[in-house]
DNA sequence: AAATGTTACGCAAACGTTTTCGTGTTTATA
DNA sequence: TATAAACACGAAAACGTTTGCGTAACATTT
């Protein structure tokens, strides 16, 4: 790569202190006309654009916002990726995005290397590993030093920073009521393992909703899916039974399409021997068949809102309380819960 | 934010000198034991460390990769990005993602955003925009440069760099040879405008099968869908006519997935009525009724491939030529192309 | 006793920029 | 004609780091 151009090489070409060419570019009074047009005109032919680690290092600003998410392929995030790259753009920042992979040391790599300097501030989602080990090590360090920290979806109460949420008890909760008015009555939750707050919540909306409508708690109804073995197979075992549920709420969107297929397999109707509802933040319940009535989640409003909490901690300058952003569900109801009859 | 630790305060603490602090942290036989113990000691209690704007300016090096894609919310993409982080972490190398959002004026603005030292790299899929303007000025001024750049998926032939490709014309050719081995007579292609130069790929191995399979072209049956308008309404009317074609290749997913809801509305049985293959990135096709056969991209393998040419551009010496990856495609066949019969 | 070697540190340049504060020269004012 | 502005520019510090070189003070060798 060819070496950039730099106010020291204009300055020995005219001749002059690199002040003076700095001066110039910036249109400074202090420079004769004559002398400002002959350097601009040299920079502008060799494309000069000043090195923004130099200007980086100098306003103690990188105007960058670090991302660190569990994982990239995955429409939630990605969504939540745009929001947050939208509203940073608007706002004058670039945004870095790292993975944790769901793992805690890649999750605490992550942090060292993006809080040395790189970044003016951190939104992060908690890799399943830190939540599972609750080990929260890496982010005490950042809040001692009130550095600029965002967490959204997956949250850690503990942690003392601004946060975005899903409302996910109102959209289990939504959800859930919508299966029983259509007449429900064993209604299984195909949920995640404990440790995985979005899940827990998510199973706390749907038990809130049975209460409400007087309907008895079954724990035998409720699956707790590991997401390191074979969901087929776990879910299938869901329905191949002699009595299987009359309606699933599943917390995310493959569960949901998974047991909707193996429903099919099974020669069950949808929605009229088993009605099905799953977290939605994707395409996939728009394609099967039938469509999944999902609730909806709203990844960019959830990264615009995190981006803007970010920028107004990061440019703020006296100490603020701490926000908690709770971002509400839409349930987009299909065929899978609306029986044609 | 509490501003961070730096050599000077450390070397004001001992009333030694910045040089020194700086060499007993990095275990330096200059330094007394007795005082490097002491230094290492304070600066381990505070959390020193070095800021990397400040290494990155004198290292001359940033150890960040640019990466200036249409859209994230979008699999293919996301994979993409995926396979690069991967890639780059293993080399120490961070990713910064920017979104062009298919403007070209955004790109360039990305461009120069980026190109002004922020990055070692870039590594750009080439918006709609961009392509169907053609105007490359800011390509070529990084060619001049010798910056290092690769072009993934959506490249432009003229510009003088790196490039990885889907082999977009293999794959379509081995889905339309598919689609005759299984009996098909009226295959239609769904394609994009001709622009898009995957589409126009697909368009080439579409016709190279038809051809070598003695097939007429019947250029009534290439539809070129307008990503802007409505495509529910584009793509149903292909089918919706007194006689629909019996096979279907789909340029992307969601054209194939559409097309397939849209048969299936008419009446269609499938495969046996018309059958259908989309190239895909996502997981759409597999949770469609029935699932969609489909010509796979593998991203990730395509984001490795484009960062490793990058880095190997970044750290290499001497010029070298200039390689252009074709990344093969798999065909996935499932139902939509499977008789059960 | 002189020469040499070792130890333990500091100085200063370099990366590229901005900006404050001089300062020498010219021009305008009293 | 002396004095004050106005003009046009340069020096240097600052951001935080690394590193080659210089050098006192002390220790060892011949």
């Known amino acids: 790569m060819k070496p950039r151009i730099t106010l020291k090489n204009i300055a020995k070409e005219f001749g002059v202190s690199i002040s003076t060419v700095s001066k110039a570019l910036k249109d400074s009074h202090e420079i004769s006309e004559e002398t400002r047009g002959k350097i601009k005109a040299f920079a502008d032919y060799y494309n000069y654009k000043p090195n923004s680690l130099a200007l980086q290092l100098r306003n103690q600003k990188t105007s960058v916002i670090g991302v660190i998410i569990p994982e990239i392929v995955h429409h939630f995030f990605s969504t939540v990726i745009n929001g947050i790259e939208q509203y940073a753009n608007e706002k004058g920042y670039n945004v870095m995005v790292c993975l944790s992979n769901e793992s805690y040391e890649k999750e605490v790599s992550n942090f060292t290397v993006l809080t040395n300097g790189s970044v003016d501030g951190l ?28 967490l959204f979806d997956r949250i850690i109460d503990e942690i003392d920073c601004d946060k975005v949420i899903i409302d996910d008890i109102g959209g289990a909760f ?33 038990l809130k909703a049975l209460v409400s409508n007087g309907i008895g708690i079954d724990e035998s109804l409720i699956y707790k899916i590991d ?32 047991a909707l297929k193996a ?70 109801i299909r065929k899978s819960t609306l029986s044609v009859n």
């Open 227 to 258: 997401d390191t073995k074979d969901l087929h197979e776990q879910i299938g075992k869901i329905i191949n039974v002699k009595n299987p549920p009359d309606a699933i709420l599943a917390v995310n969107e493959i569960y949901a399409a998974i």
């Open 123 to 150: 939104i992060v989602s908690v890799a399943r590993e830190t939540q599972e080990n609750q080990i929260y090590k890496h982010f005490d360090a950042l809040i001692k030093d009130d550095f600029p920290l965002v």
């Open 263 to 332: 429903s099919k397999a099974k020669g069950l109707s949808i929605p009229d021997d088993i009605a099905i509802i799953g977290f939605t933040s994707g395409l996939i319940s728009e394609f099967t068949y039938p469509p999944l009535t999902s609730v909806e989640q709203h990844g960019d409003l959830m990264g615009r809102q995190a981006a803007e909490l970010l920028i107004n901690r990061i440019e703020s300058k006296g100490p603020n309380d701490f926000q908690k952003v709770v971002i509400s569900t839409g349930l987009k």
């Open 174 to 206: 939504k959800a859930t009521n919508h299966l029983v008015e259509i007449g429900a009555k064993r209604i299984a939750l195909i949920t995640t393992q404990d440790y995985i707050t979005v899940g827990s919540l998510r199973k706390e909306g749907y």
